[in-house]
């Protein structure tokens, strides 16, 4: 009989259900442990925290793969670390990325300067513009990295097509897939050969952690993995066992953010002092055909533009009392931030504006609170603006 496959609250959960025995611990404990004891004489893998084989990194690097419908997976110190080392195990001194403009902005720093350091250049396509892709692939090209849904605008991209051209040239697709988590979108599934989290966001959950993750085939896993030993981005037992703690309930959580991104979404549009409100749920999104038929949920980021601009924004900030102003995203509480002074500083104004984030864009992380008390605070915030 053919395996039944497990659905994506059991995979968060359990991982691969093996044989228990008794007095096994029903929860992991946490192996604090920077070594382990070798066998004398030579050994096929010497344990070491910093080689990413500790036994809470290898639970979390199953459980993600698991969800993803990966072959492996591999945890690191922050999600700029895993993007990083995912693209360094592709690319050489001599060849060319593609990426999507629409990316958050340390990750566009690292391509403009931190690559262009090491001899790898990086050109930007708006993805609105399909042709630009083909027409900016050279003969050195060896990956394509784009994230979806987008950081802050929300905007969803075709993988479908993304990976047929990928393919057809020989290239790696990557995806940064934080916002979406795998509850929402498995990239794979639509032709990406390579996914990377921020697991400081939706898969930890909690906004406690720092730490990255990407999903791959075993071989590329293990490429990323000799490079990590080195350049020593493992992530620390302890972190590991609070990311494992929050994975479990990644799919209620991710449910639930869904169930109140639309309501919050919905209620904003039909605010006087709101000029645009971005979120995928929403018809009047660009995306919202291909979210409908792509996403498993919309998810709870949303972008507010206010009509009173920039001193809108302020003031509505300052009323605030439940949602926080703060970075980040994807915990369990609701959080605002305004991308210009923070994902998006490394931006000029203009690069901002080219990608949809006028001076006063508010970016919502829509926390598990009651729907109810967010709108109320929203409501108090919009008085002011
Ligand atoms: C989409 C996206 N990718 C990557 C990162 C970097 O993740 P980390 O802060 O865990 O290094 C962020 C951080 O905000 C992000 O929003």
């Given at each position: 009989m053919r395996r039944r496959r497990s659905g994506l609250s059991t995979r968060a959960i359990h991982g691969d259900v093996g044989p228990r025995t008794v007095a096994q611990p029903v929860a992991a404990p946490i192996y604090q442990s920077s070594t382990f004891v070798s066998p004398f004489g030579p050994t096929d893998e010497v344990l070491y925290t910093r080689y990413g084989n500790n036994p809470n990194q290898r639970r979390l690097a199953s459980r993600l793969a698991h969800l993803e419908g990966a072959q492996a997976a591999i945890f690191l110190a922050s999600g700029m670390g895993a993007t990083a080392l995912a693209h360094l195990a592709v690319l050489q001194p001599g060849d060319h990325l593609l990426s999507s403009e629409w990316i958050y902005g340390g990750t566009r720093r690292l391509f403009a300067e931190e690559f262009a350091r090491l001899g790898i250049e990086t050109s930007f396509v708006n993805p609105d513009r399909q042709r630009q892709w083909r027409i900016k692939l050279r003969k050195n090209t060896r990956a394509i990295f784009v994230e979806t849904p987008t950081n802050p605008v929300m905007r969803v991209l075709d993988l479908g097509w993304l990976g047929a051209l990928a393919k057809a040239e020989g290239v790696a697709l990557l995806v940064d897939s934080t916002f979406a988590s795998p509850i929402n979108f498995r990239p794979l599934e639509h032709g990406a050969d390579i996914v990377i989290h921020s697991v400081t966001k939706y898969l930890n959950g909690h906004s406690d952690v720092i730490a990255g993750a990407v999903a791959a085939s075993a071989a590329f896993v293990e490429e990323i993995r000799s490079r990590m030993k080195v350049w020593g981005q493992a992530l620390d037992p302890h972190c590991a066992w609070l990311i494992e703690r929050g994975l479990k309930t990644l799919a209620v959580r991710v449910a639930r953010h869904n169930e109140t991104g639309l309501r919050v979404a919905s209620w904003l549009e039909?605010?006087?002092?709101?000029r645009r409100v971005h979120y995928p749920g929403l018809p009047s999104h660009p995306d919202h055909a291909l979210a409908a038929r792509t996403l498993n949920g919309f998810g709870g980021m949303v972008g507010v533009e206010l009509a009173g601009g920039p001193r809108a924004a302020r003031r509505c900030l300052k009323a605030l009392r439940l949602i926080t102003h703060a970075p980040s995203l994807g915990g369990v509480e609701s959080l605002v931030s305004e991308p210009r002074f923070t994902s998006h500083a490394g931006l000029t104004p203009q690069q901002r504006a080219a990608a949809g984030i006028p001076d006063g864009f508010l970016r919502f992380s829509l926390g598990l609170e009651d729907a109810d008390d967010l709108i109320a605070d929203l409501a108090r915030g919009l008085a002011a603006a």
């Amino acid at each position: 009989m053919r395996r039944r496959r497990s659905g994506l609250s059991t995979r968060a959960i359990h991982g691969d259900v093996g044989p228990r025995t008794v007095a096994q611990p029903v929860a992991a404990p946490i192996y604090q442990s920077s070594t382990f004891v070798s066998p004398f004489g030579p050994t096929d893998e010497v344990l070491y925290t910093r080689y990413g084989n500790n036994p809470n990194q290898r639970r979390l690097a199953s459980r993600l793969a698991h969800l993803e419908g990966a072959q492996a997976a591999i945890f690191l110190a922050s999600g700029m670390g895993a993007t990083a080392l995912a693209h360094l195990a592709v690319l050489q001194p001599g060849d060319h990325l593609l990426s999507s403009e629409w990316i958050y902005g340390g990750t566009r720093r690292l391509f403009a300067e931190e690559f262009a350091r090491l001899g790898i250049e990086t050109s930007f396509v708006n993805p609105d513009r399909q042709r630009q892709w083909r027409i900016k692939l050279r003969k050195n090209t060896r990956a394509i990295f784009v994230e979806t849904p987008t950081n802050p605008v929300m905007r969803v991209l075709d993988l479908g097509w993304l990976g047929a051209l990928a393919k057809a040239e020989g290239v790696a697709l990557l995806v940064d897939s934080t916002f979406a988590s795998p509850i929402n979108f498995r990239p794979l599934e639509h032709g990406a050969d390579i996914v990377i989290h921020s697991v400081t966001k939706y898969l930890n959950g909690h906004s406690d952690v720092i730490a990255g993750a990407v999903a791959a085939s075993a071989a590329f896993v293990e490429e990323i993995r000799s490079r990590m030993k080195v350049w020593g981005q493992a992530l620390d037992p302890h972190c590991a066992w609070l990311i494992e703690r929050g994975l479990k309930t990644l799919a209620v959580r991710v449910a639930r953010h869904n169930e109140t991104g639309l309501r919050v979404a919905s209620w904003l549009e039909t605010q006087p002092k709101v000029r645009r409100v971005h979120y995928p749920g929403l018809p009047s999104h660009p995306d919202h055909a291909l979210a409908a038929r792509t996403l498993n949920g919309f998810g709870g980021m949303v972008g507010v533009e206010l009509a009173g601009g920039p001193r809108a924004a302020r003031r509505c900030l300052k009323a605030l009392r439940l949602i926080t102003h703060a970075p980040s995203l994807g915990g369990v509480e609701s959080l605002v931030s305004e991308p210009r002074f923070t994902s998006h500083a490394g931006l000029t104004p203009q690069q901002r504006a080219a990608a949809g984030i006028p001076d006063g864009f508010l970016r919502f992380s829509l926390g598990l609170e009651d729907a109810d008390d967010l709108i109320a605070d929203l409501a108090r915030g919009l008085a002011a603006a």
